[in-house]
């Protein structure tokens, strides 16, 4: 194939069914059933055939974020499912509300050499109740490729965790300038709690010489008033894909990259007043039934 689909998606809150015996449901949802949850599988699934009716194919690499157990995972992949032969990259983080991170891959096009975590740490006394990063070295065309799938700590409570978020940013700036170093390639994926202009994003794409080591899609994007998700009424844009530019275009034949937050009309409210929105599983503690509060973000690399 000419061309290579990537996507990430933060999917809201995918815990399995809670159990009617919890006194305290996992997934912090009211009445978080086994109905429900069902149909949100069925809708997720979806997305990817969305993706694939638009895009005349599937993504080949898959990172998710909000994810409560394997077994979510395994649901997706089910034997009815578009991409059941896709292979799970999963480890549960220490996240204090049970999400982590995954990754999805292609088995007839990647193959996995290994995957690691990275956790955090500020001080000895000190480690974050947040999500690790995913780190996973595959093979493509039997070449070599990383993949970092992130969840970086939340704005809420008027950003407490702002310095974990930049301590994160700053440690995972020093991973990936080793790697460009030794001209390997890299795709960084995430929900990064930051739009594509914020100062730590912006010094992230620099190497320690102020040489451009990642292109971020999503900056244009975000400038051009397209958004991945609101808070209240504001746009922003958590979510993207920032990658090894040169080293992908040179390493692996492709001519360009270009990117896309997938907002579809098709995922969106129905209600003309917030038809921009993306219709999310929950609001507060009603349920709305939708996919997820995030729209998915894909990157095409075309060999043409």
């Known amino acids: 194939m000419d061309s290579e689909l990537m996507m990430f998606y933060n999917v809201e809150n995918l815990f399995p069914p809670d159990s009617e015996s919890d006194e305290k449901p996992a997934s912090g949802f009211r009445n978080w059933d086994s109905y429900k949850y069902s149909l949100k599988i069925r809708k997720l699934s979806n997305v990817f055939r969305f993706i694939e009716e638009d895009h005349g194919q599937l993504p080949s690499i898959i990172g998710l974020a909000e994810i409560g157990d394997r077994l979510v ?12 032969n896709y292979e799970i ?6 996240d204090s509300r049970g999400l982590s991170v ?13 995957f690691n975590t990275l956790k ?3 001080d000895e006394s000190l480690a974050f109740d947040t999500r690790d990063i995913l780190h996973a070295e595959l093979l493509f065309e039997e070449k070599k490729l990383h993949i970092f799938v992130c969840h970086l700590p939340s704005k809420r409570e008027k950003d407490v965790k702002k310095a974990q978020r930049n301590y994160i940013i700053n440690q995972l700036h020093n991973t990936i300038q080793d790697l460009v170093e030794k001209k390997e390639a890299i795709i960084l994926m995430g929900d990064f709690n930051e739009n594509p202009d914020a100062e730590e994003l ?3 794409l620099l190497d320690d010489n102020g040489d451009m080591m990642l292109s971020n899609p999503f900056e244009s994007l975000y400038l051009n008033d397209q958004f991945s998700t609101y808070h209240g009424k504001k746009g922003l844009c958590f979510d993207q894909i920032l ?15 270009s990117g896309e937050i997938y907002s579809t009309v098709r995922l ?12 999310r599983t929950y609001s507060g503690s009603r349920y709305v039934g939708g996919w997820s509060d995030h729209f998915p973000v894909v990157v095409s690399l075309s060999k043409h």
């Open 202 to 204: 912006q010094q992230l």
């Open 89 to 94: 990259v999963y480890q549960r983080s220490q």
């Open 243 to 257: 990658y090894t530019e040169d080293l992908i275009l040179e390493q692996f034949n492709f001519q360009t990259i």
């Open 102 to 114: 995954a990754l999805l891959f292609d088995q007839a096009k990647y193959t996995l050499v290994q």
């Open 268 to 279: 969106r409210n129905k209600d003309r007043k917030n038809s921009n929105y993306p219709l």
């Open 120 to 122: 955090f740490q500020m």
């Open 73 to 84: 995972l395994e649901d997706l992949i089910n034997e009815n499912s578009l991409i059941q």
